[in-house]
């Protein structure tokens, strides 16, 4: 979908949920188009504000009380393209329900991976969480779904509230935020952390904060051995 800034979709179209992470005011909810002459293109669910997240309501299932999650593939409505500074990927979701077509296993996805150069490489190697804002804004692409081999996933503090990624790609250790919150379960009971032998990583660059753009792990899936 090549469109024009907040130019109308009204679509309806599958969508494999990669991630569903924290964000102000709600979810950040973001996967890739099955099935279509938009296969493997990402989306961003965002509303009629594209700074603040979507709500738990607009995300229910069948109007069940369950809430779309990673690797559920699910219908719904696109209505308007609402890009916002590097963040090309974000639409509008429609007011109609969403639906559940089936949820999906990690070895599903993991064709829909993006190419190892499309992730973002820093300007400065002493800081490879974050891109300047002037970088950022130069990127075509703000996700990327990225199989990992090895990833440690390490609490921030005692609390096991929040957590922090370490893995290396293409020779370069990187240590990131995590924005999942089904990390915690994936971590539970192991204060000093948990190895990830292989994972699925979904990968996003935040809104600016002070000048510099994180990429944030919006989700990590492991793949079954």
Not at 120 to 129: E, G, V
Not at 148 to 177: E, M, N, T, W
Not at 191 to 201: E, F, N, S, T, V
Request: hydrophobic share 40%; aromatic share 6%; glycine share 6%.
């Amino acid at each position: 979908m090549a469109l024009l800034p907040n130019s109308p979709v009204l679509q309806r179209c599958r969508v494999l949920i990669l991630a569903r992470s924290y964000k102000p005011g709600g979810w950040c909810v973001a996967g890739k188009i099955i099935g279509s002459r938009q296969h493997g293109q990402w989306v961003r669910l965002v509303g009629s504000d594209t700074s603040e997240g979507i709500s738990s309501h607009r995300l229910r299932i069948n109007q069940s009380n369950e809430l779309a999650s990673p690797l559920d593939l699910l219908d719904l409505s696109l209505v308007m393209h609402r890009p916002y500074l590097y963040q090309h990927e974000n639409f509008e979701l429609g007011t109609e329900a969403v639906q559940r077509v089936s949820h999906l296993c990690a070895e599903d996805a993991i064709d829909l991976a993006d190419p190892n150069q499309c992730f973002w490489r820093s300007r400065y190697l002493c800081k490879t969480d974050r891109l300047p804002l002037s970088d950022a804004l130069q990127e075509q692409h703000s996700l990327l779904l990225m199989r990992c081999r090895h990833v440690r996933i390490c609490p921030v503090d005692s609390s096991l509230r929040k957590f922090r990624a370490q893995f290396s790609h293409q020779g370069v250790a990187y240590d990131l935020a995590i924005t999942d919150p089904n990390v915690a379960q994936l971590a539970a009971g192991m204060p000093g952390g948990r190895m990830i032998p292989d994972a699925l990583l979904t990968l996003s660059l935040g809104v600016p904060f002070h000048n510099y753009c994180y990429k944030l792990v919006a989700s990590l899936i492991p793949v079954s051995a």
